[in-house]
């Protein structure tokens, strides 16, 4: 944890390459006026996931960013969760979509590996890290459960979003209007505590 915890620089690297992620993040911050840059247009590679748990490469790549850019670094690491999959795709929720990053390839393979089984229920997690340029780095966990559906449905989101529905909505994630599912998606949750932490 940083000494005061809270994000003072006006000035937020997002350490991601994913544009999806990139345009969510930008639009939970716009309220308190920070200024976002993503990653990419700052030329920064995107470090290997090396770490176990989602936390892990969170934090791990935050830290990345924010030694080499000199900024505070908000770094998501987020995957879908499926408990009769033991757990799959789970952290590398991303590599099921191959190097094409093809989600519509990795929501097959699911749904493939799902053959058989009756249990469907899932989550989505999303863990926020925030790196401060001096190492200190502080992590945020947010979660959104629910079921998987066949055929995918909707054509807002990105990744598996398509063919989630969240407890207690009709409406896959991929059916829900943006500012609809930044109201109960897990991203939201856990940049409910990183804001309630850094940001008031």
């Known amino acids: 944890m940083h000494a005061s915890n809270r994000l003072s620089d006006r000035r937020l690297l997002i350490a991601t390459h994913n544009q999806g992620k990139l345009r969510e993040i930008a639009e ?4 308190f006026g920070i200024a976002v840059v993503g990653a ?4 920064l590679p995107e470090p290997e996931e090396t770490g ?10 935050a830290c990345a960013a924010a030694t080499g850019s000199g900024l505070p670094a908000l770094a998501d690491d987020s995957g879908l969760v ?6 799959a795709p789970g952290i590398h929720s ?5 190097a094409s990053r093809d989600f519509s390839l990795a929501m097959a393979k699911v749904e493939e590996a799902l053959a058989g089984k009756r249990d469907r229920r899932a989550y989505f997690v999303a863990v926020l890290a925030l790196a401060w340029p ?7 966990r947010g979660e959104a459960h629910g079921e998987l559906v066949w055929p995918p449905r909707g054509k807002y989101g990105f990744g598996y979003d398509p063919m989630f ?15 609809e599912k930044r109201k109960v998606n897990h991203r939201a949750r856990a940049f409910a505590k990183f804001e309630a932490a850094c940001l008031r």
């Open 28 to 31: 939970l911050v716009a309220p």
């Open 40 to 43: 990419a247009d700052l030329g």
């Open 52 to 61: 176990a748990t989602f936390e892990a490469n969170a934090e791990l790549k």
């Open 82 to 87: 499926v408990p009769a999959l033991d757990g």
């Open 94 to 98: 991303a590599r099921w979509a191959g």
């Open 134 to 140: 001096d190492g200190a780095v502080a992590a945020f």
């Open 165 to 179: 529905r969240p407890e207690g909505c009709l409406m896959t994630f991929g059916e829900m209007p943006p500012a």
